[in-house]
């Protein structure tokens, strides 16, 4: 005998469309996307989703930090709500899934809640936070942060990118600056669903990844300073050179990295050579480090050695040396129940699953902190992410999206 709605479905058909229709906005140059924070693209992308919304008959409510709420109500008026979102900022050269899934995947539960006439005890918000990626303005899961009270709200507004524009400034530029005092929602439940951003579900033919942990991590920014000159006619042994310093610096973070292992991982993401001329020694360096592991004492561990090793190879060469931390958090346990209830849902409706610890970061990572949180993960082609060939399928993005309204209707209670 089935459980009652063991059958219903998500519209597959419906998402994707959606994904492709959003993937309009912002192109890519290679078929990706690039819908930055807090740009006009990523306003054109936020109206496209508030017009889907207004039909769906949500209710939008928009915090400071400019991450959007949109509540369809239950019936039950003291219930907290079920949030289930991500994000629909993307990086640079992002691909069309990472954290677009998890957005529309919540429209598309509402959406398939209003066809089948289903109304839930708690209400649920589709949710869009904002400055999920953190490549214009750092850290990542800025907005979520400060919803967990992990950051000021004055610290995330005086956020700068490359060009020195703040994020209060672009907030109120784009016009999507909220009235609502971040972190004063309270909720029931978070789900969030993502593209997994690496090869284990694809690798294990798995159609569901049940998230069990996050990884932590460590964004640490080094700012070396050398003494600029004209790398033709300064003797090597008078030369005091940030880039040196920085190359070694490089290859000590793979060694670090290696020497923890397994579960650990460290690499570099992002640097800057000032006068960035092919003649001149650089007079500054700027790189950032990232170090993760879903270990705590490895995670500190790496992050200690690399910041004494550091600054060892600078003294030796003469070079100065300043390190920010930009970006951290400890490594997350979801919560059991949730985990559970994804798991169940997974079986229930046949799709093949796993347990996976979540590699990258996420909004859930600080809902977690506020509320019982947990998330689902579709396997992507090759496990490539953060890159505008990143790919999936409409099978699996269908699959992860049917497990998720199953789970949040379960945590959400169908009132017969």
Same mark, same amino acid.
């Given at each position: 005998?089935?459980? /009652?709605?063991?059958?219903?479905?998500?519209?597959?058909?419906?998402?994707?469309?959606?994904?492709?229709?959003?993937?309009?906005? @912002?192109?890519?140059?290679?078929?990706?996307?690039?819908?930055?924070?807090?740009?006009?693209?990523?306003?054109?992308?936020?109206?496209?989703?508030?017009?889907?919304?207004?039909?769906?008959?949500?209710?939008?409510?928009?915090?400071?930090?400019?991450?959007?709420?949109?509540? =369809?109500?239950?019936?039950?008026?003291?219930?907290? /709500?079920?949030?289930?979102?991500?994000?629909?900022?993307?990086?640079?050269?992002?691909?069309? #899934? &990472?954290?677009?899934?998890?957005?529309?995947?919540?429209?598309?539960?509402?959406?398939?809640?209003?066809?089948?006439?289903?109304?839930?005890?708690?209400?649920?918000?589709?949710?869009?936070?904002?400055?999920?990626?953190?490549? +214009?303005?750092?850290?990542?899961?800025?907005?979520?942060?400060?919803?967990?009270? !992990?950051?000021?709200? &004055? #610290?995330? #507004?005086?956020?700068?990118?490359?060009? @020195?524009?703040?994020? @209060?400034?672009?907030?109120?530029?784009?016009?999507?600056?909220?009235?609502?005092?971040?972190?004063?929602?309270? !909720?029931?439940?978070?789900?969030?669903?993502?593209?997994?951003?690496?090869?284990?579900?694809?690798?294990?033919?798995?159609?569901?990844?049940?998230?069990?942990? @996050?990884?932590?991590?460590?964004?640490?920014?080094?700012?070396?300073?050398?003494?600029?000159?004209?790398?033709?006619?300064?003797?090597?042994?008078?030369?005091?050179?940030?880039?040196?310093?920085?190359?070694?610096?490089?290859?000590?973070?793979?060694?670090?990295?290696?020497?923890?292992?397994?579960?650990?991982?460290?690499?570099?993401?992002?640097? +800057?050579?000032?006068?960035?001329? =092919?003649?001149?020694?650089?007079?500054?360096?700027?790189?950032?480090? &990232?170090? =993760?592991?879903?270990?705590?004492?490895?995670?500190?561990? !790496?992050?200690?050695?690399?910041?004494?090793? $550091?600054?060892?190879? %600078? $003294?030796?060469?003469?070079?100065? #040396? &300043? !390190?920010?931390?930009?970006?951290?958090?400890? /490594?997350?346990?979801?919560?059991?129940?949730?985990?559970?209830?994804? =798991?169940?849902?997974?079986?229930?409706?046949?799709?093949?699953?796993?347990?996976?610890?979540?590699?990258?970061?996420?909004?859930?990572?600080? $809902?977690?902190?506020?509320?019982?949180?947990?998330?689902?993960? %579709?396997?992507?082609?090759?496990?490539?992410?953060?890159?505008?060939?990143?790919?999936?399928?409409?099978?699996?993005?269908?699959?992860?999206?049917?497990?998720?309204?199953?789970?949040?209707?379960?945590?959400?209670?169908?009132?017969?």
């Amino acid at each position: 005998m089935t459980s /009652p709605g063991e059958n219903f479905r998500i519209n597959g058909d419906r998402l994707w469309e959606s994904l492709m229709e959003m993937a309009k906005i @912002g192109p890519g140059i290679a078929g990706g996307n690039n819908r930055q924070t807090l740009t006009d693209e990523d306003k054109a992308g936020r109206e496209l989703f508030q017009g889907w919304c207004d039909q769906a008959g949500l209710t939008m409510g928009v915090d400071k930090m400019g991450t959007m709420f949109m509540t =369809r109500p239950g019936t039950d008026p003291d219930a907290l /709500p079920v949030y289930v979102g991500s994000h629909l900022d993307t990086q640079p050269t992002g691909g069309k #899934y &990472d954290g677009v899934l998890g957005v529309l995947a919540a429209l598309e539960v509402v959406r398939s809640l209003n066809d089948l006439n289903i109304k839930t005890r708690h209400p649920i918000v589709v949710t869009n936070w904002a400055n999920e990626e953190g490549a +214009r303005f750092a850290p990542a899961m800025l907005a979520s942060g400060v919803f967990a009270g !992990m950051h000021s709200l &004055d #610290y995330a #507004y005086g956020r700068k990118d490359q060009e @020195g524009l703040t994020y @209060g400034d672009e907030l109120k530029r784009i016009g999507w600056l909220g009235a609502e005092e971040v972190g004063a929602r309270k !909720m029931h439940a978070y789900f969030e669903y993502h593209i997994e951003q690496g090869p284990i579900l694809e690798a294990e033919n798995k159609q569901i990844g049940v998230v069990t942990h @996050g990884q932590g991590l460590w964004w640490l920014e080094f700012t070396l300073t050398g003494k600029e000159a004209h790398t033709g006619s300064t003797p090597m042994q008078m030369r005091v050179n940030a880039g040196l310093a920085m190359a070694r610096i490089l290859e000590m973070v793979q060694a670090v990295a290696m020497d923890h292992q397994p579960g650990a991982v460290g690499g570099v993401g992002q640097m +800057r050579f000032a006068p960035n001329s =092919r003649n001149v020694l650089p007079g500054s360096v700027v790189f950032t480090v &990232d170090i =993760r592991s879903p270990e705590l004492a490895k995670l500190t561990s !790496m992050r200690t050695q690399i910041d004494e090793r $550091a600054q060892a190879i %600078c $003294a030796e060469l003469g070079v100065g #040396y &300043d !390190m920010e931390a930009v970006g951290h958090f400890d /490594p997350v346990a979801f919560d059991p129940t949730l985990v559970a209830r994804v =798991r169940g849902a997974a079986e229930k409706l046949g799709y093949s699953h796993m347990d996976i610890i979540s590699g990258a970061g996420h909004d859930a990572c600080w $809902a977690n902190r506020v509320a019982p949180s947990t998330m689902i993960m %579709c396997p992507c082609v090759d496990g490539l992410s953060h890159n505008e060939a990143e790919d999936i399928s409409k099978e699996w993005a269908t699959a992860g999206a049917d497990v998720l309204f199953h789970a949040v209707v379960e945590t959400a209670g169908i009132v017969e």
